[in-house]
């Protein structure tokens, strides 16, 4: 079967268990949850290569994000792009730790939202859980997947705590996709089916 619009994630076929460096640090107070980090800094400069190289991409940020163990996130957001507040669609994923943890997507209300800015810095507009219907889950682990974040979006842990790595490609020879269709078709090659 080939991979269809109809998910709000895919794996991919591109291994991310030997990405961080030796010496990147953990940041130690997690309070804040979300950090926008150099990816040389914190990706070995060979993996980051092969990954430009295989999503024929720039790879300008890396967001890590983390949950305690026991979370249950009671809104769902939507990611914004910096430039223009318009939803981004969509990032690459793995995790650290997280077991059994799951990202789940929702039905995008049509009601209009304030924007809202992370301690990162990053615009989002979010929805009470309550308020939403859940349309897919992905228990993501340390596989590499490609993830929809213009459709609201929430995270939940069991008992273990979940570090998450996020890389944001910017394609070299094409615009950025405006569409979950179209970047499902640009990822079409490297995407495992489910
Ligand atoms: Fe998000």
């Known amino acids: 079967m080939n991979p269809t619009?109809?998910?709000?994630?895919?794996?991919?076929?591109?291994?991310?268990?030997?990405?961080?460096r030796d010496?990147?640090?953990?940041?130690?107070?997690?309070?804040?949850?979300?950090?926008?980090?150099?990816?040389t800094v914190a990706l070995k400069p060979l993996w980051l290569e092969l990954m430009k190289e295989r999503l024929n991409a720039e790879i300008p940020s890396l967001m890590v994000f983390h949950k305690p163990a026991?979370?249950?996130?009671?809104?769902?957001?939507?990611d914004l792009l910096t430039s223009?507040?318009?939803?981004?669609?969509?990032?690459?994923n793995w995790l650290l730790g997280g077991l059994h943890s799951e990202m789940r997507w929702?039905?995008?209300?049509?009601?209009?939202?304030?924007v809202l800015l992370t301690p990162a810095g990053t615009p989002y507009k979010q929805w009470?859980?309550?308020e939403l219907t859940q349309v897919d889950s992905c228990d993501i682990g340390a596989n590499l997947t490609f993830v929809r974040t213009?459709?609201?979006?929430?995270?939940?842990?069991?008992?273990e705590s979940r570090w998450c790595f996020s890389i944001r490609p910017v394609f070299k020879n094409r615009s950025?996709?405006?569409?979950?269709?179209?970047?499902?078709?640009?990822?079409?090659h490297l995407l495992i089916s489910r």
């Open 128 to 130: 009470p859980v309550s």
């Open 106 to 114: 929702y039905k995008t209300p049509t009601k209009p939202k304030t």
């Open 84 to 92: 223009n507040y318009k939803p981004r669609i969509f990032a690459l």
């Open 176 to 188: 950025q996709p405006t569409t979950w269709e179209d970047a499902v078709a640009t990822f079409q």
């Open 23 to 39: 010496d990147w640090k953990f940041p130690v107070d997690v309070s804040t949850g979300i950090w926008r980090c150099d990816p």
């Open 150 to 159: 213009d459709s609201p979006h929430a995270i939940f842990t069991q008992n």
């Open 70 to 78: 026991n979370f249950t996130n009671h809104v769902a957001h939507i």
């Open 5 to 20: 619009v109809e998910h709000w994630y895919h794996i991919i076929g591109l291994n991310a268990r030997d990405a961080l």
